[in-house]
Nanobody, 115 residues
């Protein structure tokens, strides 16, 4: 069974850090899929936070540049999002997405940043 599971969310104070992990299981083609993190706050659309290519080239939304870092470990079928200097506006449900050929979303993990 193919699964994509996020973990690492939680409650953190403003200025704090969290590391999110996304694990893909049941597939042997993780290395050829672009991976991404999105987030969605209540009442808002789901927005791209960061993307990492198959060659580990990252791209970031302007709002998180310099604060967030995306990385992948193809040997473990994992992608990470290291988040630093978190602000209340970063509060959202964070979703991991696997591009083609996996084409899968995770169930999301909640990140709450208190002021």
């Amino acid at each position: 069974q193919v699964q994509l599971v996020e973990s690492g969310g939680g409650l953190v104070q403003s200025g704090g850090s969290l590391k999110l992990t996304c694990t893909v299981s049941g597939r042997n083609d993780f290395s050829i899929a672009n991976m991404a993190w999105y987030r969605q706050a209540p009442g808002k659309q789901r927005d791209l936070v960061a993307r990492i290519s198959t060659g580990s080239i990252p791209n970031y939304a302007d709002s998180v540049k310099g604060r967030f870092t995306i990385a992948r470990d193809n040997a473990k079928n994992m992608v990470y999002l290291q988040m630093s200097s978190l602000q209340p506006e970063d509060t959202a449900t964070y979703y991991c997405n696997a591009g083609r050929p996996i084409n899968l979303w995770g169930q999301g993990t909640q990140v709450t940043v208190s002021s």
